[in-house]
């Protein structure tokens, strides 16, 4: 039987240099869970209590600020970061 995969802690803000960092790797499958929720039009309330696991109601500026930087790291992911992934899996 197969366990869940842990979901890795969740900074208050996510990466932001213009190289693949370690926390990026490790949440990768944030960013892609960020990607379709986005693509689905979901709530950005809804998202932050569930992929995030930040409550928006208790820490509304934490979950805002986390849920715009992850998105905009996960944005930078597809059209910079997987370069660096390919680059280093060669």
Request: charge should be negative; glycine fraction near 2%; charged fraction near 35%.
């Given at each position: ?8 802690s ?17 949440h ?12 689905d ?34 944005e930078?992911?597809t ?12």
């Amino acid at each position: 039987m197969c366990r869940p995969t842990p979901v890795p802690s969740i900074a208050d803000q996510a990466p932001s240099e213009d190289v693949l960092t370690a926390y990026d790797e490790s949440h990768l499958v944030v960013y892609l869970r960020l990607l379709d929720a986005e693509a689905d039009g979901a709530d950005w309330r809804e998202v932050a209590r569930i992929v995030l696991d930040i409550d928006p109601e208790k820490e509304p500026d934490r979950a805002r600020r986390a849920w715009e930087t992850h998105l905009r790291r996960a944005e930078w992911m597809t059209e910079h970061g997987y370069r660096h992934l390919l680059e280093r899996k060669s």
